[in-house]
């Protein structure tokens, strides 16, 4: 009888810590997380047309930038249809880290030298979360070029600001979409322009294939200003990807590359033929 009374109690003991081993398990595997999905790659490269994107270099990346922008295509063939004329921009542009990117740049229109900060506030999550993709981007311009315009034109008035959010949604595979709420002080302007502007850009992303994709932007002035020659910038254009490359093919109404001017002195109508071959490409290491 004791050797059937030790059996029992031997196999209630077992069966005890098998349920509370189970049990123990099951408690952890409730309480362990799913690890957290990011959509990554809403737009190939930092730059759509003329304006950025919300992306942001990974952490000790350096992308060297080169941008053209030819005259305009109805100059005609005096002009070989404004490829007799480019402005060039040279940017390095690089991750601090994972969210934050620091570059500088140089464009020979108006002589600009600019410098700008990103930083990814928020990343779009794959199944729920996070429904967009968010990145704060701040930049500086110092026009060098005097402006005859001015009776006076020193270092004070050539400076200028840049401050935009960046809030993009890949749609699915083939979409993506971003607004940038835009704002822009100029130091010094003339009588019939506003020294704070207001814009609203639209732009998008959408795969033609694999490496090819077409990419649209529009940035709508919301302040009024008295001067009727200045025209909100519109552009469309190729990218290509080819390994570390990126390489767009653009037209576009703006001359200029930095925000400053692009956003607020293109005195293009993109309709009205005055458009502006040009291209960028990127090389990162």
């Known amino acids: 009888m004791k050797k059937v009374l030790i059996l029992l109690s031997l196999t ?16 952890l595997d409730a309480e362990q997380e799913e690890p957290e999905s990011f959509v990554e790659a809403t737009f190939k490269g930092q730059r759509l047309i003329n304006g950025h994107t919300v992306q942001t270099r990974k952490k000790s990346e350096l992308e060297f930038v080169i941008s053209h922008r030819f005259g305009r295509i109805n100059q005609g ?21 994972d969210r934050l990117t620091a570059a500088i740049g140089r464009n020979s229109f108006q002589k600009v030298y600019d410098g700008f900060l990103k930083y990814k506030l928020m990343k779009q999550k794959s199944g729920g979360g996070n429904p967009v993709t968010m990145t704060w981007f701040s930049s500086l311009a110092i026009r060098t070029l005097d402006n005859p315009a001015f009776e006076t034109d020193d270092f004070n008035s050539k400076v200028s600001y840049t401050h935009q959010m960046l809030i993009a949604r890949k749609m699915n595979e083939t979409l993506s979409l971003q607004l940038t709420p835009t704002y822009i002080h100029r130091n010094k302007v003339l009588e019939n322009q506003e020294n704070d502007i207001v814009a609203l850009g639209f732009g998008g992303r959408y795969k033609l294939s694999s490496r090819v994709s077409l990419n649209a932007e529009y940035f709508y002035r919301l302040t009024d200003e008295l001067n009727d020659n200045f025209k909100d910038a519109l552009g469309i254009g190729i990218e290509i990807e080819t390994g570390g490359h990126v390489f767009h093919l653009n037209f576009t109404n703006a001359r200029s590359m930095a925000e400053r001017a692009f956003i607020t002195e293109t005195d293009g109508d993109f309709f009205g033929g005055d458009i502006h071959f040009g291209f960028n490409i990127s090389r990162t290491f």
């Open 77 to 97: 063939i005096d002009e070989f249809f404004g490829l007799d004329g480019a402005n060039i921009r040279f940017s390095l542009e690089h991750g601090i880290n």
């Open 12 to 27: 209630f003991i077992c069966a005890f810590q098998a349920t509370a081993q189970d049990d123990l398990l099951d408690l």
